[in-house]
């Protein structure tokens, strides 16, 4: 079955850090890019982070740089999206995509709630 699961998300104090897991399987994961987005209440959905397939090379929303660090295990098949110093707004539901070559494939997210 071709599917992403997202998974590590919970309720986590104000400076505080997690870590999200996003597991693929049913296609070869190393060579497609993945990326991790966010959906916060009443608000449209965001790309956070992006790592390619090929370099690993990385990308970051403006809002997260320095905070956030995205990686992937290709023996694993897994992305993770390693949050530190989290602040209120980071709250949403993360949702973790896969780029692959016809269309994208999404999970179906992850609550990050940041609240003291």
């Known amino acids: 079955q071709v599917q992403v699961v997202e998974s590590g998300g919970g309720l986590v104090q104000p400076g505080g850090s997690l870590t999200l897991s996003c597991a693929a399987s049913g296609f070869t994961f190393s060579s497609y890019g993945m990326s991790w987005y966010r959906q916060a209440p009443g608000k449209e959905r965001e790309l956070v982070a992006t790592?390619?397939?090929?370099?690993?090379?990385?990308n970051y929303a403006d809002s997260v740089k320095g905070r956030f660090t995205i990686s992937r295990d290709n023996a694993k098949n897994t992305v993770y999206l390693q949050m530190s110093s989290l602040k209120p707004e980071d709250t949403a539901v993360y949702y973790c995509k896969a780029h692959l070559r016809y269309y994208s494939l999404w999970g179906q997210g992850t609550q990050v709630t940041v609240s003291s």
């Open positions: 790592i390619t397939s090929s370099d690993g090379s990385t």
